[in-house]
């Protein structure tokens, strides 16, 4: 592995866990609503450095960010850490197997689809015995489709910056 | 854990809310030998307010049912009963107009709605756990104790002329309780609110009225399938009832008995599975379902288009199949939902 | 990748943005259930569960057991020690709202839930 890949890894991780918590403090009417800013470094990692190290990003970020805000270890740890994991990992298949098909704003939608999906199965099977949750979906698809934009677009014009400034 | 579950809780009530701003605040219960429901859709009345006037609107219900029940000998109904052919009886007011009530229900129906019908009803004794078809001998003796043309009331002095005659308020009482408990809550500046006391129903919306509002949706149980439903209705403030034959039956030889006896022939009546009344009060909804299913489908259809502010939904069936008949009203606004 | 946007985002953004309104839309038609059943026993929940969570249930009034049986989104007595049995030819309930009562034995059975998607009354 080398140096720059390394550097280049902690440097996303260390820009996720920031946007993690940023974006803890920015208010929202729900908890489980967030644009999901933190994915940005997510979506980095993936096309510049490949999935390995995309969910090593992402393992560090639902870590240390949930030290940071104080949730490590509760259910909006394992609702967080479980979600992020499986997401980065659609987010990685989706890369490997259409190749070029998506750009950095195609993989974050992916990504943000999958995390509340897999947010809300965990919230009715493990949380909330009962299918009421379920009228959470048109809103959290929502959130889902504008922030998933918002990363994507976001990601896609850095991506392009950091290609320029060949880092 | 727990503000976690608390906030899903929030988040659940925050999207339910955001679509429209109705607060239910509802209570279940049982009076009259059956189940009472009372709710009311007021959002700006808080939870404890809520509370306390749906309680108050089942003080108010069971009250009624200790005046109206004959199961009682020393209710005012009972004490009737058990002075039948023997003394008057001084009762409430309450008593007197709900009696001259059901009595005008039976002089313009020729005596389909019958009052002094308790005799009858006891002789078939639905509620029991094995009923049996009454000897037709004592079904002739028991029609010789009923007709409410017998039924005295003077001022406040009710007399049963003949002895082992019985008042059965049962086509009457739970609509006149509905009435009342709406009427607990309205005083109350309770602005919208559903009574249901054994699906005789009051809606009360203020601002609204009868079939020409869609404030509220009435399900009409399906008479021969369990759990479904016939159809639906929308209305705002309303009394609404159904009469049907398979509320309360028996099979014998394979006949079903139902129990709404027809007062002149001391049988069940035939003709019709179910009428649902849609009328301006809980008291007009419950009888004249009763009185409209033992008029039968013609007769009773013409009934219901006499009077202003009544509609009605007729269901009879024909080898086998269900058929249906709206009142001119209700054209157009019930939703068959069976086929 | 040259950095741009590819027609691949496009499709899956249009086709997501299609889902977010369908499932707008389509929680207004599409009844979730999200039905629960309480039973009572003298005015005190004994039992809770979802409509959709098939269970057999007894309860224990003064005239001896009532036996609940909640199946594929209904409930219904089938089985009471009481002296009339209307419980048990009330038959199955389902929807929120329903009711269904043992008097003798003072047992309550109601579905509550998405009341407020609905000012709905039960005639019949």
Not at chain 3, 74 to 85: G, S
Request: overall charge neutral.
């Amino acid at each position: 592995m080398s140096t720059r890949r390394i550097t280049i890894t902690a440097l996303l991780g260390a820009v996720g866990i920031a946007l993690f918590v940023v974006e803890s403090y920015i208010p929202m009417p729900l908890p489980f609503l967030k644009i999901g800013l933190a994915n940005i470094s997510s979506v980095l990692a993936l096309l510049m450095l490949g999935p390995s190290a995309m969910l090593g990003v992402v393992a560090l970020r639902v870590t240390v960010g949930s030290l940071l805000v104080g949730t490590f270890l509760s259910p909006a740890f394992i609702l967080a850490s479980a979600a992020g994991m499986i997401s980065a990992g659609a987010m990685a298949l989706t890369k490997v197997t259409a190749k070029n098909l998506f750009s950095a704003l195609g993989l974050s939608l992916v990504g943000s689809v999958v995390h509340v999906v897999v947010q809300l199965m965990i919230v009715r099977f493990l949380y909330v015995q009962n299918a009421v949750v379920f009228s959470l979906i048109p809103l959290l698809l929502l959130t889902a489709l504008i922030g998933g934009c918002v990363v994507g677009l976001i990601s896609l014009r850095l991506v392009i910056s950091l290609k320029e400034i060949r880092l | 854990m727990k503000p976690f579950l608390l906030w899903v809780t929030i988040a659940v009530s925050f999207t339910s809310c955001s679509r429209d701003e109705i607060r239910p605040h509802s209570r279940q219960s049982t009076a009259m030998e059956t189940y009472v429901s009372v709710t009311t859709y007021d959002g700006n009345l808080s939870q404890h307010d809520a509370y306390a006037l749906i309680d108050s609107a089942f003080a108010e219900i069971n009250r009624i049912e200790h005046v109206m029940t004959d199961y009682s000998e020393s209710s005012e109904i009972g004490t009737i009963n058990r002075l039948a052919g023997k003394d008057t009886v001084e009762v409430s007011d309450e008593v007197v107009s709900l009696l001259q009530a059901s009595l005008s229900f039976s002089q313009q129906s020729a005596g389909a709605f019958d009052v002094s019908i308790g005799a009858i009803v006891k002789a078939w004794d639905f509620l029991s756990s094995e009923p049996e078809v009454p000897s037709r001998s004592k079904i002739r003796m028991v029609l010789r104790l009923t007709g409410f043309k017998n039924v005295m009331v003077e001022g406040t002095k009710v007399f049963l002329t003949e002895k082992g005659m019985r008042l059965d308020l049962g086509g009457i009482a739970k609509g006149y309780a509905v009435d009342r408990a709406v009427e607990i809550l309205k005083r109350n500046g309770v602005q919208h609110a559903i009574v249901d006391i054994g699906g005789n129903l009051g809606v009360w919306w203020e601002g609204t009225r009868g079939v020409d509002s869609t404030v509220a949706e009435i399900l009409v149980r399906h008479p021969r399938k369990d759990g479904k439903y016939f159809g639906s209705l929308k209305v705002g403030t309303a009394g609404v009832s159904t009469s049907g034959d398979y509320q309360r039956y028996f099979f014998h030889d394979g006949v079903r008995y139902h129990h709404i006896i027809d007062p002149a022939t001391g049988y069940p009546a035939r003709d019709v599975v179910s009428v649902t009344i849609i009328a301006s009060d809980a008291l007009n909804a419950d009888a004249l379902s009763t009185l409209v299913f033992v008029l039968g489908r013609e007769k009773g259809m013409n009934f219901i288009k006499d009077r202003e502010g009544v509609e009605g939904i007729i269901v009879w069936e024909k080898e086998g199949v269900l058929h249906h008949e709206l009142s001119p009203g209700l054209q157009g606004k019930f939703t068959r939902s069976d086929d | 990748m040259r950095g741009g946007i590819t027609w691949g985002d496009g499709v899956l953004a249009v086709g997501l943005a299609l889902c977010t309104l369908g499932s707008f839309f389509g929680m207004q038609y599409f009844n979730l259930s999200g039905s629960t059943v309480i039973v009572e026993l003298k005015d005190l929940v004994v039992y809770k569960s979802d409509l959709t969570e098939n269970r057999k249930i007894t309860v224990r009034g003064d005239y001896g057991d009532v036996r609940i049986q909640v199946n594929e989104g209904r409930v219904a007595v089938v089985h009471a020690d009481c002296p009339n049995k209307v419980c048990v030819r009330t038959g199955w309930r389902s929807l929120a709202g329903d009711v269904v009562i043992c008097v003798p034995n003072r047992v309550l059975i109601r579905i509550v839930g998405e009341q407020t998607k609905h000012i709905r009354g039960i005639t019949g």
